[in-house]
């Protein structure tokens, strides 16, 4: 599952890498409405075990948010 979310974050980096500002907001901001805590967990965990990913999906993790007290 981690590779599907590495995949479909790549996806959302590619799409807002020609957009105006700051492309690492932009994924952090789509994952945060549109994801769910456990994707968005699952994201994490994989990115801070070192898989590796896009840069941009590097620059978003640290906007990534997760609820206080689950692991977060």
């Known amino acids: 599952m981690p590779d599907k979310l590495i995949r479909m974050a790549?996806?959302?980096?590619?799409?807002?890498r020609s957009q105006p500002g700051q492309p690492e907001l932009a994924v952090a901001g789509h994952i945060n409405d549109f994801w769910t805590y456990r994707m968005r967990a699952q994201l994490i965990e994989a990115l801070r075990a070192g898989a590796a990913a896009d840069p941009i999906v590097q620059a978003?993790?640290?906007?990534?948010?997760?609820?206080?007290?689950?692991?977060g």
Not at 10 to 15: K, L, P
């Open 10 to 16: 790549t996806q959302i980096a590619d799409f807002f």
């Open 60 to 71: 978003a993790a640290p906007h990534i948010h997760l609820p206080a007290g689950q692991g």
